[in-house]
């Protein structure tokens, strides 16, 4: 009768241990992730009211003499308003995005409380809570 030697390498538990590690690691990691990603969506609400709609409203006015009005809304920069098509030169932007919170983003023109007044337009997002209060993000 011949002994065996025991080879090197890991048992089934020593296998089960470690897989059970990895699965408790991904767990509180991926819990995590909002933290990690979760404050950028107010830099991405702030970018787009601030400077991305921007790029599209200033066209649209150079074309058509002013800002879209608040019931026109942000779609007159992908379709001509009614009866405005003859000097309507876009679509100025591709879409109009979604806030970072899946709500859309609100406009006013004339606007009220940016620094141009009633000049300029109002563009803002309800932020996190979806509802206008303190934590909105506008371009004022």
Known sequence: MTLRSRTAGFSLIEILIVIALIAVL????????DNVFGGQQEKVADIFVNQTAKIGLTPYKLDMGNYPTTEQGLQALIRPPAGKEANWDGPYLE??????WKNPYQYKFPGS?????ARGYDIWSHGPDGTESADDIGNW
């Open 26 to 33: 991904a767990t509180v990691t991926i819990g995590n992730l």
């Open 95 to 100: 879409e109009i995005p979604l806030d970072p």
């Open 113 to 117: 409380k940016n620094i141009n007044g």
